[in-house]
Structures are given as structure tokens and as C-alpha cells.
């Protein structure tokens, strides 16, 4: 006899045992045995019947239990039917949270309804759904309660749009929590982190300007020491810009595109930005640079070195770095970013010896920073479970 011959079918006898138990424990015991059936198992059109029935049963139960029971059983199953679905999201909500949160039995426009009608917890259930498409994380934000923006600050499948950030600024701009999400995304629009540097302090500043692209004027006034709390490492801001060109010509009007900024960044492998500090300063453009530092050899190499004016004595430290950046390749690892600046620090300390103290001690203090996010990756990597978090 075969496995599918063996299996018990669901029928009127599933029903009437389920109507027969006698205390809520009992119904539940049931209706846990009979979900797992119906939401694993191949079901006939008469099956599927019957298991409606009893889905419809089991929410009309008295007993939070057996609802319960129901709601997390059946919580990711497409044989959710939906109102059965909108029934459970109006319960209490130990049986409503999990179909709230995981049910594809919703529609778009019955979550956006939900979000309007509910209590926070539900909203905040809603907003750590797998994905939350732009239009409800929008409603969200600007009708939700705070537990719920919080939940989708840091929900990596929500879609946010600029509307949803100004929404969660206007309205909890003292809610440190829900800045602290926003800042945690992996990417936020310059505007929004140009709004947060004047509402976070301490370790939450620190983080914003270390992930996140800034204006580059703002990023300027904070290198500049224009502003109290901290300092910005330009070079990084540098990687993190989505116009180079603008960014290095706004450092250059102020003065901050020195010799010493472009060595540092060419030491840790930032060459898009070495290759614009070139074209800015020689005013030879970007494309014309790009040959002579990566294709016309050392003479091309060393003519654009002086057209920018940079000096003569640094020649021999700026070609062993970008002999040591065609060397070097990113190994396509997680973290790489961190080991393959790891080792264009390394090799350049290696190779040239007379680099000035400042810019020393920057490399030294950027080898321990890089070595440490390596580290911390391959820790990661041998325990996964350390670094998993709950959101």
C-alpha cells in the first residue's frame, strides 16, 4: 500500500470530531492535527470543502485557544480562505497577530484598510510583513502608531518612498527608535540623512555618517569641524556619493581637496574618487584621466601627477598604490570591501616607507578598522547563529 493510499482523508467524521471535544484543550488538540493536514496535504474538491468547513468552524470557536490554534497553523497557507483571513485579523490579537503578519490571504487594499482600523500591535504586525509594498508603507508611516513605523524602519522587504520618510520625520522626530531604524537601512535618500544629522547624537550620529551618503556640503561642515559632535571621514563619504564629480568639485571650492585627502584615498582603493580629485585639479577630463593613470603607464601616470600639482615627492607612493590596486582584486566574499582595503594598506605601508606621520597614522588607524569589520565577518561566518537578530 502506498504512502498516498495510507493517508487519512479529510470528511464529515473530521467535522464531528471536532464538534464532539469537549474542552477547549481537546477541539484544540484537533484542530492542530486537522490544520497541518490540510495546509500540507493534496486535497480533492471534496476534501477542500470539508476543509473549509472546519476552517469556518475553528474560527467561530469559543475558545481563544482553538482560534489561536487555527491562526498559527494556517498563518503562511494559501487555504487560508480570506474572510475567514479578515475574520481572525478583528480577533484578539494572540490569534490575530500571526495571519496579520504572514497570511497571503490579504489583499493589498484589505491591509491598507486593516492598517486604518486596527490596534498598534496589529499595525506593527502588518509592518514586519515579508514585503510591504511603497503605498502602505506610506499609510503607515503617516497614520500608523509608533510601535508600527518602528517594525518597518527596520524591515528590510518594506518598499520605502520619500513621502514614508518625511512622514516618520514630521511625526517622530523625537522617537529615537524609529531613527535608529531608518538609519540601519541600507540606503537612505541624502536629503533624509541630511534631516537626521541634526536629530541624532552619539553612537546613532556616528552611525549615520559612517553608512550613509550626505550632501556633500554638509559632509564638508562636519569634516570642517563646522559642527560640534563629530567629525566625517571624507574619504569614506567619498565611496558613498552617487555623483563623484559634484562631490569632489564641492571639495575642491572649499579647499578640503588636498594632497593628503587623495593619497589616503588611494591607499584604501578609493580610485573612482583618486581618478575625479586628477580631473578636477589638471582639468583634464575624467575619461582622458582614467587612461593616463590605469593604461598609458607611468608617464601618463606621472604627467596628469603634475598637472594636478601635486608634489613631486609623493610620485613614488601614488604609483606603488596603484600598482598594488591592479594587484589586488576583490575576493567576491562577504565583507570584502573590508579585506580588500586590508590589503592595499599592507602592501602599501610595505613598499613605501617615507609616507608623512598624519597620513601614517590614518592608514594604521584604517588597517585596524578594516582588519576588525574582516574579522568580524569570518567570525560571523563560522557562528552563524550569534549574529542573527529577531528583526
Known amino acids: 500500500m502506498g504512502i498516498a493510499t495510507m493517508r487519512p482523508h479529510l470528511s464529515e467524521g473530521d467535522i464531528e470530531r471536532l464538534m464532539r471535544g469537549e474542552t477547549s484543550e481537546e477541539r484544540a488538540g484537533i484542530a492542530h492535527r486537522l490544520c497541518r493536514r490540510i495546509a500540507a496535504d493534496p486535497l480533492t474538491d471534496d476534501e477542500r470543502l470539508h476543509a473549509e468547513e472546519i476552517i469556518k468552524i475553528l474560527a467561530e470557536d469559543a475558545a481563544d485557544l482553538v482560534r489561536r490554534t487555527l491562526s498559527v497553523t494556517l498563518k503562511n497557507s494559501p487555504r487560508l480562505p480570506r474572510d475567514v483571513a479578515l475574520r481572525l485579523a478583528q480577533d484578539i490579537e494572540a490569534v490575530a497577530l500571526p495571519v496579520l503578519e504572514f497570511s497571503p490571504a490579504f489583499t493589498d487594499d484589505d491591509l491598507i484598510e486593516l492598517v486604518l482600523a486596527v490596534t498598534p500591535p496589529k499595525q506593527a504586525a502588518i509592518a514586519g510583513r515579508e514585503t510591504v509594498n511603497p503605498e502602505l508603507t506610506s499609510l503607515i508611516t503617516e497614520h500608523g502608531a509608533a510601535e508600527a513605523v518602528s517594525v518597518l524602519s527596520r524591515n528590510r522587504g518594506a518598499s520605502w518612498t520619500n513621502a514614508a520618510y518625511e512622514h516618520s520625520l514630521r511625526r517622530f522626530a523625537d522617537n529615537d527608535d524609529i531613527k535608529e531604524g531608518l538609519i540601519s537601512r541600507e540606503q537612505i535618500p541624502v536629503h533624509i540623512a541630511e534631516k537626521l544629522v541634526s536629530l541624532v547624537s552619539g553612537q546613532t550620529f556616528d552611525l549615520l555618517v559612517n553608512k550613509h551618503e550626505l550632501p556633500a556640503q554638509v559632509a564638508i561642515d562636519l569634516a570642517a569641524g ?40 588611494l591607499c584604501v582603493g578609493h580610485m573612482k574618487f583618486v581618478e575625479h580629485a586628477l580631473a578636477v585639479l589638471s582639468g583634464v577630463p575624467h575619461n582622458r584621466v582614467w587612461m593616463m593613470v590605469h593604461d598609458a603607464g607611468p608617464r601618463g601616470l606621472a604627467a596628469v601627477f603634475d598637472r594636478a600639482g601635486l608634489p613631486r615627492k609623493l610620485l613614488p607612493a601614488f604609483k606603488a598604490a596603484v600598482t598594488v590596486f591592479h594587484e589586488t582584486e576583490l575576493d567576491g566574499g562577504a565583507n570584502d570591501k573590508a579585506r580588500f582595503r586590508s590589503r592595499m594598506i599592507e602592501r602599501v605601508l610595505t613598499q613605501f616607507q617615507a609616507i608623512p606621520k598624519d597620513d601614517l597614522d590614518y592608514l594604521l588607524e584604517k588597517l585596524d578598522i578594516y582588519s576588525e569589520q574582516a574579522d568580524a565577518q569570518e567570525e560571523a561566518a563560522e557562528e552563524p547563529g550569534r549574529y542573527i537578530s529577531n528583526g
Do not use: C, K, P, W
Open 226 to 265: 563646522a559642527r560640534e559632535r563629530a567629525t566625517i571621514d571624507l574619504v569614506e563619504q567619498a565611496d558613498r556619493t552617487h555623483d563623484m564629480e559634484q562631490f569632489v568639485q564641492q571639495l575642491d571650492l572649499n579647499g578640503r581637496l588636498t594632497y593628503s585627502l587623495i593619497m589616503r584615498a
